[in-house]
């Protein structure tokens, strides 16, 4: 899978030399003003797409965050593909956090969904179920599901995810990631034992979110 050692996501690359080529273009004919606003965005757009490495915590038995921002939401939620009751945590990540996403924890791809949808503002409770959203199924070797949605938003308009249905991702693996700011959701068993608050800050393949029962 892409971007597993790149420390700017492939997928900012067109849009880095698209900013890039501006700023020369303007640098050239001397505009002075544009060039420095289309510099000021170039260097914008690589800290967006910036992809630094992150160390992954020992214990196997750690899920763990999938992205950076902040949990706007913690507690029970049923979750519709699997059909049950399931406590939820949601992660907002704003276009200064770094987009690129981690897989919670060892196991294989088991089903993946795509809903197309609208673009809501993510801190809006009607995203959850009117937004475009993609989402995979992860069992580990034990039997245990955990799914976790990519949730497009307001300026977010592009979800990227890699794996295919029978992939197995290891716990922190970079999996995708969402263009501009947006929402990732992970349902977790209700018998896991979840270790972190609402409000608190995440960082993705490091923070613990809660342990595999």
Known sequence: MRNQKAPIAVEGYPFIAVAAGLTG?????????????AFAATLFIAFFFRNPKRTIPHNKKAILAPADGVVIYLGSAREAHLGCEMTKISIFMSVFNVHVNRAPLTGTVVDRFYVKGKFLDVRDERS?????????????????????????GLIARRIVCYPAIGSRLERGQIYGLIRFGSRLDVFLPKEAVVGLSLGDRTVAGETVLGMLP
């Open 25 to 37: 273009l303007f640098f050239f004919i001397s505009w002075a003003i544009p060039a420095a606003v």
């Open 128 to 152: 959850t179920f009117e937004n475009e959203q993609n989402g995979l199924i992860i069992e580990t070797l034990q039997g245990v599901k955990v799914v976790v949605v990519q949730v497009a």
